[in-house]
């Protein structure tokens, strides 16, 4: 007999007919009233797949006694109540590994559009100002830099390691060293932000990191210095970033995540130091199918064998 589902945001047409295969499926966005739905209906759910944006709601989590795994889509899970889970026996699994390449091939392209001014260069092609006012002025090479991460986690010693291709001096933060790192850890943040001519930023959401990029640190990095923010938009001080571009402070910024997505601040648009990207860090096809692929197998086989292949840290001894 096949479960009772929850669907809270979109999903692919791959993962749908694999969800259908094992699991009546209940999608958020077409019920027409959660608390009706909730009281008809919710005891029956014992699964919900999810993304790392929408999460599970207390509303929900509340009305679904009977659940027992979450499956969110995303690297990223801060928007689930992980604990409130756990209490209630519920195991959340999440997608890392599949996305690690290409979130740190984009904080990498970012790194790279922003010193090489790809924007700039591109339109002073189209402009014709190549033909009417000769070349471009010269830009920075991100060659034999000094970066420096903000979180060493699985994607970010995969930018650590491909960035090694451009012989950068990799340093690091975290809120624990990592004694079998290669590279130079800063247990101050402020104090690696003097020292990088990058800041890489790739550590989880959530209360622990908001803001952790502050004025402070921003200030630290300089009016020479880069901003990569590839983790989530609440990490940095948004409005202070603002300012602080605006001022001369920072010197430059390339950004896929942003406080209030989609929203994001106007005075960064005119900004020719600064590239924007909608949150596409993990949008390829190849990674999209993988991540599906996986938020599937994490249901299915928590069902068929009571494990699941990747389940968040905190519920890893469930």
């Known amino acids: 007999m096949k479960k009772d589902m929850l669907l809270i945001g979109s999903a692919t047409p791959r993962m749908m007919e694999a969800f259908a295969a094992d699991f009546e499926i209940h999608e958020l966005d077409k019920i027409d009233g959660l608390v009706n739905f909730l009281t008809a209906n919710g005891s029956k759910i014992e699964a919900i797949a999810t993304n790392g944006h929408a999460g599970v709601s207390k509303q929900i989590m509340d009305g679904t006694p009977n659940l027992r795994v979450i499956s969110c889509y995303g690297v990223g899970y801060d928007a689930i109540d992980v604990l409130a889970a756990k209490a209630k026996g519920v195991i959340v699994t999440h997608t890392p590994n599949v996305l690690n390449n ?105 209360a622990s990191t908001n803001k952790l990029v502050n004025r402070d640190v921003m200030n630290a990095l300089g009016p020479q210095g880069t901003l990569i923010n590839v983790a989530r938009g609440t990490v940095v001080d948004e409005a202070e970033m603002v300012k602080a ?68 840290p905190e519920c890893a001894d469930m």
């Open 102 to 206: 290409d979130v740190a091939n984009t904080a990498i392209m970012l790194m790279l559009a922003v010193s090489r001014r790809l924007l700039r260069d591109d339109q002073w092609v189209r402009s014709g100002n190549w033909k009417a006012k000769g070349n471009a002025p010269l830009t920075t090479s991100i060659e034999g830099k000094r970066v420096g991460i903000v979180g060493l986690g699985r994607i970010g010693e995969t930018i650590a390691r491909k960035l090694e291709a451009f012989s950068c001096d990799i340093v690091y933060h975290t809120r624990n060293q990592k004694p079998e790192s290669p590279y130079r850890y800063y247990a101050d943040l402020v104090e690696m932000a003097k020292d990088v001519d990058y800041l890489v930023v790739i550590t989880p959401g959530g």
């Open 245 to 312: 571009l605006r001022e001369g402070r920072l010197g430059n910024a390339g950004l896929d995540v942003f406080e209030a997505e989609p929203q994001v601040p106007e005075a960064l648009f005119e900004m020719e130091n600064v590239v924007l990207t909608p949150h596409v860090a993990s949008a390829t096809v190849e990674t999209r199918q993988a991540m599906g692929d996986l938020t599937v197998e994490n249901l299915v086989r928590f069902f068929k064998e009571g494990k699941v292949t990747s389940p968040v």
